[in-house]
């Protein structure tokens, strides 16, 4: 028993022991070392053996997502710049301002070199100076007895750091001007700091739109606005266009990394090197920039002539939907017409006329009515339904759309049959939807929606539907978007929905597409006739079917103050072309001007159409083999094999054996081969042998000859001049 108490007291007195060396311990370090250890885990700042450590954190982004034609040409870009501003009145350690004064000096020449340092050095020191000693004053002036003077040095004291805030250091106007990362990091390193500000040193980070093609359809394809919350940060937001239905996979990721300074020295973190920022997505869109700058070229000369407020066109491919061009120009107070706002998705308006083809197809799958039934017409006249249709006659619509659906709500039931009242889900923010009048019985509003009064349908909706007459009743949706290709190289290819698959009957898409021909060829769209057309009717013996099929559309604009209808008028046409084998459909608007459909709009159509079938022909041409041959590219002469492999790779075909021989070609046979002509490079006539030869082959014979050539200019060879061994080889474009 007395054993057991002995190894108790034993144990006792060791963990007493412990106790007292740990409590001195820990005095001791309170006592002496409280400042190196002042502090906690979770600070900025840590001393340890004399070593300042300190952390912070910064956010890294990938790269947005950029949005590319259907050819893979770049349209918009999205990327982050910096604007650097130095503050004298945010310097917060002026002994150490100074120390590293010229290290600063040199990152500003490394993004801005338009002054040299002297200039620099002169312009913060002085500057610097002179807000030290404001600075000085006024704090002496703030603490008088006098209360005028106090007040106003209060107020003085408030107004220096904006009376002193330097222009930008760098001007992210010019590329090789704009901050980077690494430059910032490098002034971060030599002024470490709690706040945004380093050395009085500040850089604003934002995002500029890069629009490769101005005017290109870029109100559809993005709008970038920055908004202002009440704490006066800025905020990004996509809420237009594509960018805008697409922003959550054009978005970049952002991650956030930390940041080691040993004794104000950054040290890189093995840790921030596992994982980089994501990318976004890229968005490749079925524009073509040669259909959109045909289509935006017609449009901008009439809207020039015409002064009108705004217009847009649009052209869709008949069989797949895909949106080949779209426009959208708007008259700036400038009096230049730019791409502001997207009217084509964004805005509805009172179509007109060209709703009359939708009564039309509804009055013919009643089946009570046909394209040859005589209907009571405007001034007391009466004409086939096909004629009414022809000249646009309001009254002849109406009456047709009568005897086929006496109440207004069965005409109403059998338009939403047809799926106009379908939402498209057009891939562009806040698209707008058809606004259809409720049902009433009301025989005015019967009459008004039979000539396209009284409701509201976006343009891009009248011309899907349109589209739907050409594509034979089948009814898609317009798209945008071809492909996304993400940053994992996946790709996501995107096809039309089909939102009806036939309207109405095969028998009644056949009268309508007859009745459209007819309203270019006889009717109100007469100045959408073609020139091979207009050829034909003073040659009787050429068959010649109209290129385009297509109707006018003329309504006033209703104003809001006045409340009644004004005389300024929205004018369109929508058609199709070539309208023996539809390929596009297109719809062309002209806002706020005093002419009709036929006179503003139907021009522009045919212009459009045109232009895009001259365009596929020479494309179609130059596919061919006869095609190829004549576009084949030239070649002054080479080595047999050489041009042979070329060729070949090329897709001709050629007619010559390989071997060293120089040739050139000279034509092609009845077989569309190129063919090939032994060149004999000779001394004495070089110089003529080499005219219009490219200079690497220039050069490559004459030292193969064993002359030492020097050249001159830029382009092909002009002229070659000999002096002894030394050749001069003119160039000229």
């Given amino acids: 028993m007395k054993k057991i108490v002995l190894n108790t007291l034993f144990l006792y007195l060791i963990i007493l022991t412990i106790g007292i060396v740990a409590a001195v311990r820990v005095v001791s370090l309170v006592v002496k070392k409280s400042n190196s250890y002042r502090g906690s ?12 450590f300190t952390t912070n954190y910064v956010y890294r982004t990938g790269i947005r997502g950029n949005i590319y034609s259907a050819e ?6 999205t990327i982050y710049i910096y604007d650097l501003y130095w503050y004298p009145s945010e310097v917060v350690d002026s002994a150490k301002f100074m120390q590293n004064l010229d290290s600063l000096i040199s990152i500003f020449i490394q993004i801005n070199p338009r002054m040299t340092f002297q200039e620099y050095e002169k312009m913060i020191k002085e500057t610097y100076l002179e807000y030290r000693k404001d600075y000085r004053r006024c704090m002496l002036n703030s603490k008088s007895e006098n209360e005028e003077i106090r007040q106003n040095a209060l107020s003085e004291l408030k107004e220096l750091k904006r009376h002193y805030k330097i222009i930008k250091i760098s001007k992210a106007t010019k590329a090789n001007e704009w901050v980077t990362q690494e430059h910032w990091d490098k002034i971060c390193s030599l002024f470490p700091a709690k706040s945004k500000l380093h050395g009085g040193c500040k850089v604003d980070k934002r995002l500029i739109h890069n629009n490769v093609y101005k005017n290109c359809a870029t109100a559809t394809i993005g709008y970038l606005s920055v ?14 266009g594509i960018e805008g239905y697409y922003d959550s996979l054009l978005a970049e990721e952002r991650l956030m990394y930390k940041r080691l300074y040993v004794n104000n020295v950054l040290v890189p973190l093995r840790e921030n090197r596992k994982v980089n920022p994501q990318n976004g997505a890229d968005i490749i869109t079925t524009i073509n920039i040669d259909i959109q700058r045909i289509t935006e070229n017609a449009l901008m000369d009439k809207l020039i002539q015409t002064h009108a407020a705004w217009g847009c066109a649009i052209v869709m491919e008949v069989e797949t939907g895909e949106i080949k061009a779209i426009s959208n120009l708007t008259r700036t107070r400038e009096g230049v017409y730019e791409e502001t706002v997207d009217h084509a998705i964004r805005e509805s308006y009172e179509p007109g006329s060209t709703f009359k083809l939708i009564t039309l197809l509804a009055a013919l799958e009643s089946k009570k009515v046909d394209t040859s039934t005589v209907v009571p017409c405007e001034e007391n006249r009466k004409f086939s339904l096909c004629r009414a249709f022809e000249i646009s006659d309001n009254d002849g619509l109406y009456n047709a759309a009568k005897i086929a659906y006496p109440n207004y709500y069965d005409f109403f039931m059998a338009i939403m049959k047809m799926s106009l009242q379908k939402n498209l889900n057009i891939e562009v923010a806040k698209a707008q939807m058809p606004v259809l009048k409720s049902i009433t019985q009301r025989e005015v509003d019967y009459r008004n929606v039979t000539h396209g009064y009284s409701i509201k349908v976006p343009p891009i909706y009248m011309l899907a539907y349109y589209n739907a007459i050409a594509n034979d009743g089948k009814y898609i949706q317009p798209i945008l978007v071809k492909s996304i290709r993400h940053p994992n190289n996946k790709i996501v290819e995107k096809y039309a929905e089909v939102i009806n698959p036939q309207i109405c ?56 103050k006045e409340k009644r209808y004004s005389n300024i008028k929205n004018s369109s046409f929508i058609g199709y072309f070539p309208s023996e084998n539809p390929k596009y459909s297109c719809l062309v608007l002209i806002s706020q001007t005093t002419l009709d459909g036929g006179h503003v709009a139907a021009p522009v159509c045919k212009e459009i159409a045109e232009k895009i079938v001259s365009r596929d022909n020479q494309i179609a041409w130059s596919q061919t083999n006869k095609g190829m041959i004549k576009n084949a590219p030239t070649v002054k002469f080479g080595k047999a094999e ?6 070949t790779y090329l897709g001709y075909k050629t007619k010559y054996p390989r071997s060293q021989h120089w040739v050139q070609v000279v034509q092609e046979d009845e077989e569309n081969k190129l063919i090939f002509e032994k060149k004999d490079i000779k001394k004495q006539n070089i110089a003529s042998q080499l005219r219009g030869a490219t200079a690497k082959d220039a050069v490559y014979l004459l030292e193969k000859l064993g002359y030492k050539v020097a050249l001159q200019g830029v382009g092909k060879v002009n002229r070659v001049s000999f002096l002894d061994n030394e050749v001069v080889v003119e160039l000229k474009n």
């Avoid at 893979?72 to 870009?77: A, E, K, R, Y």
């Avoid at 050489?642 to 060729?647: A, G």
């Fill in 227 to 240: 908004q202002q919350s009440k704490k006066y940060t800025d905020s990004i937001v996509y809420d237009r």
């Fill in 72 to 77: 893979n040409d770049l349209m918009l870009s």
């Fill in 642 to 647: 050489d041009m042979i492999n070329i060729y």
């Fill in 41 to 52: 885990f979770d600070s900025a700042k840590v001393v340890v053996d004399d070593r300042l």
């Fill in 505 to 560: 009957s095969k028998t009644t898409i056949k009268k309508a597409q007859a009745c459209l021909e007819r309203a270019v060829t006889h009717g109100t769209g007469m100045r959408a006739r073609d020139d091979n057309y207009k050829m034909s009717l003073r040659d009787t013996s050429l068959n010649v079917r109209p290129l385009i099929a297509g109707k006018t559309g003329t309504a006033f604009i209703f104003d809001e």
